[in-house]
């Protein structure tokens, strides 16, 4: 089971790299108090220190440290301590080049960068142990040190021998024999048939690049062996003494590990958002960030930490803009209305030099505290004391969209409609969003995820369906829930291979249609969806669809709407059907949004769901925290006007504004016992 | 001489993998009841098969293929029989390293995809030759099989030692010494004097490639050097006791070999054609489908198979549309119109796995019979039979456009006027589909072509006279000939060296003029083309003219046209002049598509090319087979909408609508005797 | 100090080929007629061909050079011989490995195109030096040699073994002790701390690709270890006994070296031109070449060679467009009217084959006289000959704007608020231009210039303050001069390091301000700079702002213009300060050029400068040459349509129309005593 924290407060902070002014000693001071001033209790500190922390094999230096901890702590300021692996020493990569990873082409990267080593290195997994172990039998029980931060941001892949050797013991033990193998993989197209484990090779564009199912393998393992890496650190960890939970910092959607398999290495999620406001309209942003917040909430249904965000501009986008007043405390409260108990920066102070010295930090290169970013984190510091008691409270949510790594990698690497771009993610996206709009938490889940307890279930593009997850959907729906499932949903097994006698695998009775044929359109054609009088539902509107429209063969639905174009016109777009308990809905055309909220309003009536608040303007958020005996309510207007958001007389007021007019970047949180 | 097969009926089926489904002897049934309600007589078997054909080096396995050919025959299904070479098992890439090829950079690819030998190889070429040759023994003189498949879409290159070395080889035969390479390589620029052929090296990005004479050597040794391999394979035939013809399918303006070369080691040319219909109008696709189906037909002179075509929708490309409804057949019949005496698809039944499970077949993962593409495959088995009589059947052209695919080398890699892009490509279609669309049937032929028998030949852009073409030009005017020349014509000789003294080479008195100058112009940028008033045959519409306008000096011809813009304007656009018994028009300019329909319309009539049909509305195909006694019409509609094709009155009905207004995509069928 | 040549009259020629036509004698002595024809008298010889001076080691065959250049002297054409150093024989690539560079990955380029030998190499070097030298002892004393010309348009790098040691030695060199270097570098970020010189590696995408510092010293690494190259190939020259002087071709705006360093190893600065005319309006692109001439001529501050141009239409650019009538004229004389001595071609005859065979020469294949490119080339030669006395006299410039190659690479690589385009050249030339438009001779100048004799000085963007640069700017306006500073100054040191404590380091006193924030916008965004009424330099319009808007907190300064829109509306956006006797102006954002256009106008009057001209119309290019008695006014309309330029009575027509309208490109030159 994983470990807790009980943190009592929100943490205020983040990313902090004493290291880089050793020589300052009135520079670590003067930053003791601004941490104060800006009510900020937590640093993150050792990450990128191993040069500092082991100068020479074998030689630590501790010391500085220990001293930065005690001098923090002395003043009410707690650690996160890193393991250091996320870079390593020039002395080490010049000694044992396998910890430098090689790339698909199978030559060797070079020292330089940072999250770069080979995950299966002995050698590396052996100097990693050994500095973590250190670390944890010097400050594992230290007081002011209450979370391990293993390495950062793990990501990549390795192409070396040694991670080939790993890959196809990986292999072997998942297939058992080569024959397995052959057949599962479909290795006689193109006469790739393997005569035995050993000749199997990591995909590349200078090889084989066209095997999905080895692909989709190849991506397994090395989420696998990252987590497996993890594991290896806090082995260390434990070794030295330490029984402090551990996290590892997420990032943005990214598509080269399955973080739903991070569920159980590590304690405690947590992540790095960086969103890039004041580019498209707030809101629009906000929900996409919004998403990336459920998602990590839903790895382990429980609240998350927010590790890095930006206290001003990035300095790695094409554009970094600045955030205008408001949007930090807004983007901070976003997170905690989604599950975070932290509000962490990277950077407390900007570094004087190399590729991050311009990115934005709480303490600047000018280095005083008369500065407006200084200002605006004193204020969420400010803020998040004064809601404290919503720390640590839970999110409940009864709908929930899939969005699932595999079946994304699976669609990514497809050759089929449409290779330009499948739309996945968007699709899901749309879901989401339409669900959210009625005032819901929403989870976002993978296949893996218990369905029990979800009133909605949205489904789009479940082109893969793993280990029976058929199964899984027929029963959530016997039971009572409502499915809405759409085309391209069910072609293929776990390892990417066709189920055959028709699609949707396992679910044509439950859904009464059979998906027989998809058209891929341009990006300049689109068709429409025309509701059909008087059906389910009562859809009445006409709306756009584009990029794939499937044609399906009705056996046993209800007809919602229609194609109103092409050869396939009056071929249906949308069905319904009731199925033991429970409703199914079949979704045949890349939909605009307009139709999901549409459509989720009306499934949402159907299902029994009920936001908190009765009317949602445009660009509202709502969310509900809540602790065993009350219910915290989160309103955000990230519309660029004021919106009124009438809350139940029941809701008493513990941050924000009076009025239920919400400025523009405006946050009020209420709350009610239960 | 050529081995022929005289069909009886036109070939329908195609591609087929039963050794993907050797563990189910019922789908294996069930195919060959499907074949037989779909009309399906011929099987390509065999391709990529070799990782079942030889498990282990030296282990042979053919008694399922024995099986599957002898219960297709049981049925009066032939089979084209594959020699695997298209792609290699894995045991063979793991202990003959030599046998994969090596990039330009010089580094060895890894085992994966396909089509990716060293054409060199010894190893490789014994190994292909073993197999082909035990396969001929077992198969060459079984009833069944009608003609071999060799490999599969040739193409690439290998820069690996042996090819190098085989370069040099190649090298030291064309020049003789190494003074002769360096004088007509040009080598003095740069320094880049060879002192033997020892010295040459296969051009790369990461050596030389900026000495054209090297690049263009380079390629025609790739095309020789592919020969030299489909040779191996065909001794090996031979040596195995078949005396079956052969064929290899060729692909769609494929670039990476000259296919005119083809012409001898082939029996039979075949190839693969993937349209990308509904992005643009129909008949502008059907344009460009009908000079590759030209151009396949003129290597020979003679009928071709359609080897590959898709019964529904592609999986490669960016977008991969569904046929509607008729266009299977429409896009059948034009191969048929153009002298194809089969329709074969890729793929009889989809693959379970790996990259192409998606691409359409007749038989899809559903896996029945009761599907839109089964019963639209079924139509055009139908109507094959029903238009037998027309197999075998051979085409007359009097007009040729010169597509010559050394030329398109040299300007693809001119560093001239137009870097972005000369046009060569657009240049010959828009002749092409002017000529076409007077109803004519239309050859595409190299600068090797034979030219006697043409009454009308188009030679756009032919920068390069190889071989003393310009006499060949020369003597077909002389005789009679209307010669259509443009600007970039006669610049270099066969190793791209410039002539001197003034061009188009050896023919500025045949012309009458001399090129002085040439603009590129941007692609915002145009000149137009005005008439002069009175000129021979008369044009009398202004024309637009891009990308690259060549200022000429008359020096005895007549100017029909003259730029309107520039400082050129009043140069001469356009001139003619009688030479001997024929005429010369030069073109100076791109003109646009309207140019050429206007202008072919007068040269057509000037030089007594007439159509079997009066009238020919826009996006309407006409074409004639015939046999010794009997003339067949083709005519198809690729409008959006119905045409009106009035036909004289002694052609006889042989397919389709009785009524001459045709709707789109339909096809009918006519004849009469000689 | 340098060597100087009195040419005594215009250099016109260029680079000259024979070597490719000793077959064809009869050419060759043709060329010579046509020489004179053209009035050329110059030709530079030896480009490129090593390989036929030394065709094998050891073995040298100069005589047929001898001969060429003698029956050149005969007729009065003289010589710039250059060393071959630009390309190497096959043999040498063959035999000695080394000569070749090695890639950023570490691997190594074959054998093939140009400038692209190891500049490390021992070997290499040892080569050059013998045949240079030998060069310089047959022909270092002949009187018809005139000037070396250092082998051909140095660039490009090498990562090598060799030139990795090389560098680690100029690291040393610069910093002395490891320590320092980490230190300087910032290298505790990410853990790249150093042990020891021999780790460190150059910069590679391969390996470490975020380290400013590194990548800065390796850029000024590889421009010195150019210029030792150099300095060996001079050394070799006056070993062998020749005094003549240097030169190198330097190249536009090229920003692989730091052309400032190159000012002590040339004697004479000389530059390859071959703007795009035609593209964009003539007085756009004549601006751009203008301000490239401005820097060469600078770089030395005496006057300059034009090396390279082109008769008529490159072969190399994406369009190559030919030069319309008058353009050669106009574009050789605006290199004169920038101080260039010569107007030399690239090429006097067409080569034959080989990559650059399309490229404009006078002489082209069809090898006569009577073409349109050899009239104007001729006419080029009669006008040099007519403005004789204007040869080697000099230029004054009292205005300077400040572009600096070491702070143009270091904003390239920023990672700050701009990742896609900070505009720093843009904004350099918009500066430029609006200063040229006044009238005024301008400079191109970097930190090193001397700033003694500017009255106004233009230093947009400079972000890096290198050794003390700000203690420069700080004496120049305390001694009376305009400052005109911008956003993004002052923020690094001479390693990328950022200073601490507010910025524009060491300035804020001097300008009154400090900068706070800076906001990067979308492209598609802007904001307004708004005058404030009745405030210094009195701007009355409003002006557009785009890209970066930086927010700065005035201490002392006078604002004249605020920002418009955006939460930093009332901000400053340019402000003005008297400091000593001097003016200091700061403006905070991207302004659009009118701005400029306006503001110089003011800053010009207020500096008492003043053009020759009063009324410079747009599009016309005003400058001055002068000699002891002598200034020399010369005026180019280089404007669609005719301008009339009046001139004060006191000027004396040297070349031109007696009146003063003006056609499109045309030019005038006048003279009148000082
Ligand atoms: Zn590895
Ligand atoms: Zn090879
Ligand atoms: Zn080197």
Not at 174 to 191: D, V
């Given at each position: 089971?994983?470990?807790?924290?009980?943190?009592?407060?929100?943490?205020?902070?983040?990313?902090?790299?004493?290291?880089?002014?050793?020589?300052?000693?009135?520079?670590?001071?003067?930053?003791?108090?601004?941490?104060?001033?800006?009510?900020?209790?937590?640093?993150?500190?050792?990450?990128?220190?191993?040069?500092?922390?082991?100068?020479?094999?074998?030689?630590?230096?501790?010391?500085?440290?220990?001293?930065?901890?005690?001098?923090?702590?002395?003043?009410?300021?707690?650690?996160?301590?890193?393991?250091?692996?996320?870079?390593?020493?020039?002395?080490?990569?010049?000694?044992?080049?396998?910890?430098?990873?090689?790339?698909?082409?199978?030559?060797?990267?070079?020292?330089?960068?940072?999250?770069?080593?080979?995950?299966?290195?002995?050698?590396?997994?052996?100097?990693?142990?050994?500095?973590?172990?250190?670390?944890?039998?010097?400050?594992?029980?230290?007081?002011?040190?209450?979370?391990?931060?293993?390495?950062?941001?793990?990501?990549?892949?390795?192409?070396?021998?040694?991670?080939?050797?790993?890959?196809?013991?990986?292999?072997?033990?998942?297939?058992?024999?080569?024959?397995?193998l052959?057949?599962r993989w479909c290795t006689?197209?193109?006469?790739?048939?393997?005569?035995?484990?050993?000749?199997?090779?990591?995909?590349?564009?200078?090889?084989?690049?066209?095997l999905h199912a080895l692909k989709l393998d190849?991506?397994?393992?090395?989420?696998?062996?990252?987590?497996?890496?993890?594991?290896?650190?806090?082995?260390?960890?434990?070794?030295?003494?330490?029984?402090?939970?551990?996290?590892?910092?997420?990032?943005?959607?990214?598509?080269?590990?399955?973080?739903?398999?991070?569920?159980?290495?590590?304690?405690?999620?947590?992540?790095?958002?960086?969103?890039?406001?004041?580019?498209?309209?707030?809101?629009?942003?906000?929900?996409?960030?919004?998403?990336?917040?459920?998602?990590?909430?839903?790895?382990?249904?429980?609240?998350?930490?927010?590790?890095?965000?930006?206290?001003?501009?990035?300095?790695?986008?094409?554009?970094?803009?600045?955030?205008?007043?408001?949007?930090?405390?807004?983007?901070?409260?976003?997170?905690?209305?989604?599950?975070?108990?932290?509000?962490?920066?990277?950077?407390?102070?900007?570094?004087?030099?190399?590729?991050?010295?311009?990115?934005?930090?709480?303490?600047?290169?000018?280095?005083?505290?008369?500065?407006?970013?200084?200002?605006?984190?004193?204020?969420?510091?400010?803020?998040?004391?004064?809601?404290?008691?919503?720390?640590?409270?839970?999110?409940?949510?009864?709908?929930?969209?899939?969005?699932?790594?595999?079946?994304?990698?699976?669609?990514?690497?497809?050759?089929?409609?449409?290779?330009?771009?499948?739309?996945?993610?968007?699709?899901?996206?749309?879901?989401?969003?339409?669900?959210?709009?009625?005032?819901?938490?929403?989870?976002?889940?993978?296949?893996?995820?218990?369905?029990?307890?979800?009133?909605?279930?949205?489904?789009?593009?479940?082109?893969?369906?793993?280990?029976?997850?058929?199964?899984?959907?027929?029963?959530?729906?016997?039971?009572?829930?409502?499915?809405?499932?759409?085309?391209?949903?069910?072609?293929?097994?776990?390892t990417d291979k066709?189920?055959?006698?028709?699609?949707?695998?396992?679910?044509?009775?439950?859904?009464?249609?059979?998906?027989?044929?998809?058209?891929?359109?341009?990006?300049?054609?689109?068709?429409?969806?025309?509701?059909?009088?008087?059906?389910?539902?009562?859809?009445?509107?006409?709306?756009?669809?584009?990029?794939?429209?499937?044609?399906?063969?009705?056996?046993?639905?209800?007809?919602?709407?229609?194609?109103?174009?092409?050869?396939?016109?009056?071929?249906?777009?949308?069905?319904?059907?009731?199925?033991?308990?429970?409703?199914?809905?079949?979704?045949?055309?890349?939909?605009?949004?307009?139709?999901?909220?549409?459509?989720?309003?009306?499934?949402?009536?159907?299902?029994?769901?009920?936001?908190?608040?009765?009317?949602?303007?445009?660009?509202?958020?709502?969310?509900?925290?809540?602790?065993?005996?009350?219910?915290?309510?989160?309103?955000?207007?990230?519309?660029?006007?004021?919106?009124?958001?009438?809350?139940?007389?029941?809701?008493?007021?513990?941050?924000?504004?009076?009025?239920?007019?919400?400025?523009?970047?405006?946050?009020?949180?209420?709350?009610?016992?239960?």
């Amino acid at each position: 089971m994983a470990k807790q924290i009980k943190y009592g407060r929100y943490l205020h902070g983040g990313d902090y790299n004493p290291e880089q002014w050793l020589d300052r000693p009135d520079i670590l001071q003067k930053d003791i108090e601004y941490f104060k001033k800006a009510h900020i209790n937590t640093v993150s500190v050792g990450i990128f220190s191993w040069a500092v922390l082991e100068p020479e094999e074998g030689k630590y230096n501790f010391d500085w440290l220990e001293e930065i901890i005690n001098n923090l702590y002395k003043e009410g300021i707690h650690t996160i301590l890193a393991t250091p692996s996320g870079a390593r020493p020039k002395w080490m990569a010049d000694k044992y080049e396998e910890v430098l990873r090689m790339d698909p082409d199978r030559t060797r990267r070079f020292f330089g960068g940072r999250h770069n080593h080979c995950f299966t290195s002995p050698v590396y997994r052996e100097k990693v142990h050994a500095i973590d172990k250190k670390l944890a039998e010097r400050f594992g029980k230290h007081p002011a040190v209450m979370l391990w931060h293993i390495s950062n941001e793990f990501g990549g892949e390795c192409h070396c021998p040694l991670c080939q050797a790993k890959f196809r013991e990986w292999l072997k033990e998942k297939y058992g024999t080569i024959e397995n193998l052959n057949k599962r993989w479909c290795t006689t197209f193109w006469s790739h048939i393997y005569n035995s484990f050993d000749q199997i090779e990591s995909p590349s564009t200078k090889g084989e690049n066209e095997l999905h199912a080895l692909k989709l393998d190849w991506k397994r393992f090395v989420t696998d062996q990252t987590i497996d890496f993890i594991k290896n650190e806090v082995d260390a960890i434990r070794e030295g003494g330490s029984e402090l939970p551990v996290t590892a910092n997420l990032m943005y959607d990214y598509d080269g590990l399955d973080y739903k398999k991070f569920k159980d290495v590590l304690d405690i999620v947590s992540w790095d958002n960086y969103p890039g406001w004041h580019k498209k309209e707030e809101y629009v942003t906000a929900v996409d960030v919004a998403m990336q917040h459920d998602l990590m909430r839903s790895i382990k249904k429980a609240p998350f930490l927010l590790m890095e965000s930006c206290p001003s501009a990035t300095n790695w986008k094409p554009i970094n803009k600045l955030k205008k007043p408001g949007m930090l405390l807004a983007g901070s409260l976003q997170a905690v209305a989604h599950g975070s108990d932290s509000v962490l920066y990277f950077q407390l102070r900007q570094s004087q030099g190399a590729s991050e010295k311009f990115h934005g930090a709480v303490i600047d290169h000018y280095g005083k505290d008369d500065t407006r970013v200084f200002r605006e984190v004193t204020e969420v510091g400010e803020v998040l004391e004064q809601i404290q008691e919503t720390v640590g409270t839970t999110m409940r949510s009864q709908a929930a969209v899939l969005y699932d790594r595999e079946n994304d990698w699976a669609i990514a690497d497809v050759q089929g409609p449409r290779n330009v771009d499948m739309h996945y993610r968007e699709n899901v996206q749309k879901n989401y969003r339409a669900l959210r709009e009625q005032g819901l938490n929403v989870d976002i889940i993978a296949m893996e995820h218990d369905l029990a307890g979800y009133k909605v279930l949205a489904a789009p593009m479940a082109y893969m369906f793993r280990d029976g997850y058929e199964e899984k959907l027929r029963t959530y729906v016997e039971n009572g829930g409502t499915l809405v499932l759409s085309y391209w949903s069910g072609l293929v097994d776990g390892t990417d291979k066709c189920f055959l006698d028709g699609t949707p695998y396992g679910l044509m009775d439950v859904t009464g249609i059979r998906s027989a044929e998809i058209d891929a359109l341009y990006d300049w054609e689109e068709n429409h969806a025309i509701p059909e009088k008087g059906s389910h539902l009562g859809i009445s509107n006409v709306y756009t669809c584009k990029n794939l429209c499937e044609l399906v063969e009705v056996s046993d639905a209800e007809v919602l709407m229609r194609y109103g174009e092409d050869f396939y016109q009056g071929y249906p777009v949308l069905t319904h059907k009731t199925f033991g308990k429970g409703h199914v809905y079949y979704v045949c055309a890349d939909m605009e949004l307009g139709f999901y909220q549409d459509f989720y309003g009306r499934v949402a009536a159907e299902a029994g769901l009920k936001s908190q608040v009765e009317f949602i303007p445009e660009g509202v958020s709502v969310t509900v925290r809540e602790s065993d005996d009350t219910e915290y309510l989160f309103i955000q207007n990230y519309a660029r006007k004021p919106q009124t958001v009438a809350v139940p007389a029941e809701y008493e007021l513990l941050y924000g504004t009076e009025s239920e007019v919400m400025a523009p970047l405006q946050t009020r949180i209420l709350k009610k016992r239960k």
